[in-house]
């Protein structure tokens, strides 16, 4: 992988098949991106060590799962003092599986799953009312998913 993190065709394509499919055993890999599976595996270990990779993981269906309830969190605090509170507090919630720090009219983004309304209502008063700092909490509820896409389109899809 050449300097400042850059990859080459061979690691897009290796990665490509990853995210499609991670569970590929390296002889099936090395096949998929035109390889032998020796510098196949090489460059794997690469993308994992520069932490381009950072791990292998299942996409678990969460309606199926028993989380049905998809809800966009919109958070204002109070001053640059309560971001740090904030953050701190927000790590020990599971129902928070994404938080982004936002530009804009609110401070951060969760995405929250809940198995229903009431286990929601639960969530904002028993434990996102007890973080300090926040002025002001929107939720938005999701009907449901138009577009969702964990493979990161490739380099050459977004030049």
Partial sequence: MPAGGIVDLIDQNIIKELQKNARLTNNE???KVHLSPSPCLRRVRKLEEV????GYTAIIDAEKYGLPVNVFVSIR???PASMVEFEKAIHQFDEIIDCYLMTGACDYLLKVVSKDLKSYEHFIREKM??????????SSFAFGAVKTQSPLPSRKLTS
Avoid: C, F, R, T
């Fill in 51 to 54: 932490g381009l990779i950072k």
């Fill in 77 to 79: 605090v109070d001053s």
């Fill in 29 to 31: 890999l090395a096949e």
């Fill in 129 to 138: 009312a007890n973080v300090p700092g926040i002025s002001k909490l929107e």
